[in-house]
């Protein structure tokens, strides 16, 4: 059964900094892996879909990486600000029914 | 503008009541997916629709129903079976071709048992 984990599950940085988040999974047959943002008591806003043949998805200040080979993806956010404060989560796509997210990393940008 | 919609926003049921919270898409989507989010846990998949009057059970599919009378619609009830069931309640669509497309969120329901 597929794992996905997301280390750390919270993370306070100032704001400017660059910052990386991470995700794993037990499984590398996947078809993509997603990256998605969720403010308190909200839905969760995609941020980043990387196919399984890619190795990188860039949008605006977003940068995500996928190894599946390692079982690991990661979410760069350069030069942070007070807007991403946020829960941002991953989940592994290998179908219908085998769709796993992990339990997200908790991100403060203190002013 | 296109989305998700799921009405209503917080929810409360009785004991042994029977609750339906709603879900509808305008993207055109074929497929569509309930999760259940818990503190502290991650999204679980209750049910899933790959067309129109077909779904299929989830993790977690006891205690819930499903229809998907129409492509634009994927109501999920909660029945008076599932006996935990505070939670935040999301919908999900995608275009739905093999499963690992981009999943759309609406905005959640959140259930309170009274």
């Known amino acids: 059964k597929q794992e996905v984990t997301q280390i750390p599950a919270a993370l306070s940085v100032p704001e400017g900094e660059n910052l990386v988040l991470n995700c794993s999974f037990t499984?590398?047959?996947?078809?993509?892996l997603q990256w998605f943002r969720q403010d308190p008591g909200k839905g969760l806003t995609s941020l980043l879909l990387?196919?399984?043949?890619?190795r990188e998805q860039t949008s605006g200040r977003l940068n995500a990486s996928l190894d599946k080979s390692s079982g690991r993806s990661t979410l760069y956010i350069a030069a942070s600000q007070p807007g991403d404060s946020a829960t941002y989560l991953c989940?592994?796509?290998?179908?219908?029914?085998?769709?796993?997210f992990g339990t997200g990393t908790k991100l403060q940008v203190i002013p | 503008d296109g989305g998700i919609t799921q009405s209503p926003k917080y929810l409360f049921r009785k004991e042994g009541q029977n609750v339906t919270l709603s879900c509808e898409q305008n993207?055109?989507?074929?497929?569509m997916y309930w999760y259940r989010q818990d503190p502290g846990q991650g999204l679980r998949l209750i049910y899933y629709?790959?067309?129109?009057?077909?779904?299929q059970k989830g993790d977690i599919a006891e205690g819930y129903s499903v229809s998907r009378e129409k492509k634009e619609s994927f109501p999920l009830t909660v029945t008076s079976a599932q006996k935990n069931p505070t939670a935040f309640y999301l919908c999900?669509?995608?275009?739905?071709?093999?499963?690992?497309?981009?999943?759309?969120f609406g905005p959640g329901t959140r259930l309170l048992v009274l």
């Open positions: 989940a592994a796509l290998g179908g219908y029914q085998k769709v796993t």
């Open positions: 993207l055109n989507h074929d497929a």
């Open positions: 999900a669509s995608s275009i739905g071709t093999s499963g690992g497309e981009t999943q759309y």
């Open positions: 499984d590398s047959a996947i078809y993509n």
């Open positions: 629709s790959q067309i129109v009057n077909d779904f």
């Open positions: 990387i196919q399984s043949s890619q």
